[in-house]
């Protein structure tokens, strides 16, 4: 099997792809022929080792892997996955792979209503929407949400899932194409952070708030996976016991200023879901399931992901790093 490997922490160019022997299959896993990975802003921190964990050297980067059982442990009932199945798997890490080992119960059987880009994309950036919106925000409808870089993968998941809940979505986002995206998934209005300073970024969010808003001085709920001085400023885009999601970090940990979380009674909400679900499998697989429900109902609808060759992983993770791709991507063995 083909996989990409990461032999020193250090620039993504620095990947190779290698051929190794398949792993053996314990009791309660199967195999996997992968035909799409998932591809996130994550897995180059791994691989650069900037994220806060860091894994034994060499490792193969990737979660999030969908592709067709070819083989069963002995202990696998037959009512649980069959060869031939099209499943997706949250394999941690080992998914820039051509061929993926995942236990029974980091497998999902995935509907026919999502392509094999979709469904290796979806996960990662919806269930962190879903846990920030649902779980750690108690958002509700009606309220103004505005999403920064929202023409990402989690940024677009938190605009399509958002819209679904009921609320009024603002994307903030630095292309047409991405705000052209963003718009289709449900925002109501969309902000050019490109031709802007981040202090008129501020002020075209309170104004969509006054304009699509109840809450006094600002929107109800940021959502922030970029950071930086655009994440800092627009901390006081938020009216009246408004809340700021902590998402990531794209441009940079911002310093927020105490004082204007003081102000207007604001509120500040760290959002980790993947180090929650490793902690919660049992309830992070219902809302796993959730998800999917909405997307069979119609409700939301993940978007098609750019695609590159399994040999082309670095060059998708650094266009994925310099934001040069509207929505997902994924990689095909």
Known sequence: MRVVECRQFGPVD???????EPEPLGPRQVRIDVSACGVNFVDGLFVRGEYQIKPPLPFVPGMEVVGLVTGIGSE????????????LANVGLGGYASEAVATVEQIVVMPDTLSDGQAATFMQSYLTAW???????????????????????????????????GLQVVAVASTPEKRSLARRHGAVAEIDSSSLSPDEVKNE???????????????DHLYDPVGGELGETCLRALGENGQYLVIGFVAGIPRLAANQVLLRNRRITGVDWGAWAGRHPAANRAMLQGVLDLIAAGAITPTEPV?????????????????TVAGKVALVP
């Open 307 to 323: 695609t590159y060759p399994l040999v082309d992983a670095a060059r998708a993770l650094s266009d994925l790093a310099a934001r």
């Open 205 to 219: 969010i309170r104004r969509f708030a006054g304009e699509h808003g109840s809450t006094p001085g600002g929107v």
């Open 76 to 87: 696998v009932e037959s009512d649980e996955v069959a060869v031939g199945d099209r499943v």
């Open 14 to 20: 620095r990947l190779v792809v290698v051929e190794r």
């Open 131 to 165: 846990f920030a919106l649902r779980e750690r925000g108690a958002v509700s409808e009606g309220e103004t949400l505005a999403v920064l870089g929202a023409g990402s993968g989690v940024g677009l998941a938190a605009v399509d899932l958002a819209a679904a809940l």
